[in-house]
């Protein structure tokens, strides 16, 4: 990004993809709950955000390509 750019939609629902994750595996490793089943928690927020991305608001759509 050159500076004086705005951060896009685009880059904010990328993430918003990884946040949950992140925190899900920050979860799995100092709570005594299992990794896959802390990760795979984090993955239904991270699965909604993209399906909103890719579906309900895709790239190309209201004039942004």
């Given at each position: 990004?050159?500076?004086g750019d705005s951060v896009s939609r685009y880059d904010l629902l990328l993430a918003a993809i990884a946040?949950?994750?992140?925190?899900?595996?920050?979860?799995g490793a100092l709570l005594p709950v299992g990794m896959a089943v802390?990760?795979?928690?984090?993955?239904v927020p991270a699965t909604g955000?993209?399906?909103?991305?890719?579906?309900?608001?895709?790239?190309?759509?209201?004039?942004?390509?």
């Open positions: 990004m050159v500076p946040l949950p994750l992140v925190v899900a595996g920050v979860i802390a990760l795979g928690a984090g993955s955000t993209m399906g909103y991305a890719l579906f309900y608001r895709p790239p190309g759509e209201h004039g942004i390509a």
